[in-house]
C-alpha cells in the first residue's frame, strides 16, 4: 500500500477503500510502465509476455474501478508512490544498460518486483474483502490475485534462462 497519512484510515472499509485506490494507481502505472519494457526487451517471449499482462493489467484496472464504484460511487485513484519508485528503477535500467540479455535480465527483476507488491497488496485486499463480507470483492481479487501470481511464475521461467545469457556477456 501507498505511504499512509496518520488518522487517515479509522476502520477497515476506509482502509479497504483506500487499497483499491492505491491498487487502481498502481495498475494505471503498470500499463504505461509496461509500454516502456515491451518496446525496450529483446527477448521474444520477454516481449510477448510484457504485451500479455499489459491487456491483463487493462482488464484488472476495470476491475477496480468497479469495485470501487460499488463502493464509493466513486473510482478516482490514489497516486501510489512505492509503485512510482518501482516503475522508476525500469527506467534506470533501460538508461543504464545496453541492448540484450543484461537489460532483459534487469526488465525482468523490476517486473518481478512489481508483481510482488501487486501479489501482497490484493492478498491483503482480499483478506480485508472477506472480512468486511464483500464476498464478491473477495472473488475479483482472488481472481486477480491468481492471475498475478501466474505472471511471476512466467516471469521466472523466462528468467532462469536469461540470467544465464546475460551471465555470458563480457564488459
Known amino acids: 500500500m501507498g505511504l499512509i497519512t496518520p488518522n487517515e484510515y479509522d476502520d477497515l472499509r476506509s482502509l479497504y477503500i483506500g487499497q483499491l485506490q492505491y491498487l487502481l494507481s ?24 510484457f504485451q500479455s499482462h499489459q491487456q491483463e493489467t487493462e482488464v484488472q484496472a476495470d476491475r477496480l474501478r468497479k469495485l470501487l464504484t460499488d463502493l464509493t460511487d466513486d473510482d478516482d485513484d490514489k497516486k501510489d508512490p512505492i509503485m512510482t519508485a518501482l516503475i522508476s528503477s525500469g527506467v534506470n535500467i533501460v538508461r543504464e544498460s545496453s541492448e540484450g540479455p543484461v537489460r532483459d535480465a534487469g526488465l525482468i527483476a523490476t517486473a518481478q518486483k512489481i508483481e510482488h507488491y501487486e501479489i501482497a497488496s490484493y492478498g491483503s485486499a482480499r483478506d480485508w474483502a472477506t472480512i468486511l ?21 512466467l516471469l521466472t521461467s523466462i528468467a532462469q534462462r536469461e540470467n544465464v545469457e546475460a551471465g555470458t556477456v563480457t564488459a
Do not use: C, N
Open 26 to 49: 498502481t495498475e494505471t502505472q503498470i500499463v504505461k510502465g509496461l509500454e516502456s519494457m515491451i518496446e525496450h526487451a529483446q527477448d521474444t517471449q520477454l516481449k510477448q509476455a
Open 133 to 153: 463480507r464483500l464476498t464478491d470483492h473477495a472473488q475479483v481479487l482472488e481472481k486477480t490475485l491468481e492471475e498475478e501470481k501466474r505472471t511471476d511464475k
